[in-house]
């Protein structure tokens, strides 16, 4: 489907708000890969408003981890503080030039969206440019409290509450769970890559249980202290799962099986870490394509018997 589908049923006006929207569509399209996948999966009416968070957090991202312009980390800082100030000032204002952030400003506008989560989010990034590790998990989830769990809850809006009768704060819960997540298996993923950017995003009182410290990390050779590392902070990530899971059925069953999927092929990632005897430093563990495209399309077809199943949406 198009992004002029897309946008047509999201009732999205106007050629600068329009080309917004596609900006961020494409950055998802070309980062997200199973985050899109899980994103067509959703009503067209809903996409493009989750491309717009997508785009958000991918472009802010950039603008820390980006070692192509060669910027000091001074720099890059002085970058990000720049763009945040004028990002917030935009927010409270309502209207932008950027056409990143006019998208999310117009979704924020109309999910009613916290403008507190973007200014988390924001706080995380920075400290992405000064700390480099963290020594509880205790201290990584403050972290990710800004950099996965906020996502989740400006998410919600979106994907809407099946049960009005469901407690807001118990969605929220399930969010939170499932961005933590998420996040978690991406740091599982990510280890070499994020050693060559200075940073170590498992917990130190973790690496000390297992006798693993950073040198030996840096070396990337997989030895049974690492497997046990590993291995521990997988189960760790496999029972936010678990504990986010029940919040799937509360969701509007539109969203249902993009919520599935979603988790279905990022918890996937961690099968295929222990699948590869837990090296992550050879190479970046990935699902194959064969099990994304299966998983993909037997979450289309729930995702098409939901829509037929839905009540048809007011007109006036």
Same mark, same amino acid.
């Given at each position: ?200 995003? =498992?917990? !130190?009182? +973790?690496? %000390? ?7 030996? &990390?840096?070396?990337?050779?997989? @030895? #049974? ?24 059925? =509360?969701? !509007?069953? +539109?969203? %249902? ?7 279905? &092929?990022?918890?996937?990632?961690? @099968? #295929? ?44």
């Amino acid at each position: 489907m198009s992004a002029r589908t897309e946008l047509d049923a999201a009732g999205i006006e106007g050629p600068a708000l329009r080309a917004g929207y596609a900006r961020c569509r494409a950055i998802n399209a070309h980062h997200g890969r199973t985050y899109y996948l899980a994103t067509l999966l959703l009503p067209p009416r809903k996409r493009p408003f989750v491309h717009a968070l997508y785009g958000f957090a991918r472009h802010v991202d950039d603008l820390v981890d980006d070692m192509t312009t060669r910027l000091s980390r001074g720099q890059r800082a002085e970058r990000l503080e720049e763009w945040s100030a004028d990002f917030l000032a935009d927010l409270e204002w309502g209207s932008t030039s950027d056409p990143v952030s006019r998208a999310v400003i117009d979704t924020v506008q109309r999910w009613q969206i916290p403008t507190s989560y973007f200014a988390d989010f924001l706080e995380s990034m920075r400290m992405d440019l000064d700390v480099t590790a963290y020594e509880t998990f205790e201290d990584l989830t403050r972290y990710m409290w800004g950099s996965a769990a906020v996502i989740g809850l400006e998410m919600l809006p979106i994907l809407g509450r099946a049960d009005p009768g469901t407690r807001w704060d118990v969605l929220e819960s399930h969010a939170i769970d499932l961005g933590t997540a998420f996040q978690l298996t991406n740091f599982l993923r990510d280890v070499a890559e994020d050693l060559r950017r200075g940073r170590v995003y =498992l917990p !130190e009182e +973790s690496l %000390r249980r297992f006798g693993v410290d950073r040198d030996r &990390l840096a070396r990337g050779q997989v @030895d #049974e202290s690492i497997r046990n590392l590993l291995a521990w902070e997988i189960e760790r990530a496999r029972g936010l799962y678990a504990s986010a899971a029940p919040g799937i059925d =509360l969701v !509007e069953a +539109s969203s %249902r099986d993009c919520l599935r999927t979603a988790t279905t &092929l990022y918890a996937d990632i961690l @099968d #295929e870490i222990e699948r590869a005897d837990y090296d992550v430093f050879s190479g970046r563990v990935q699902v194959s394509v064969a099990r994304r495209a299966a998983v993909g399309i037997s979450g289309l077809r729930g995702a098409l018997s939901a829509r037929r199943a839905a009540p048809p949406r007011p007109t006036g």
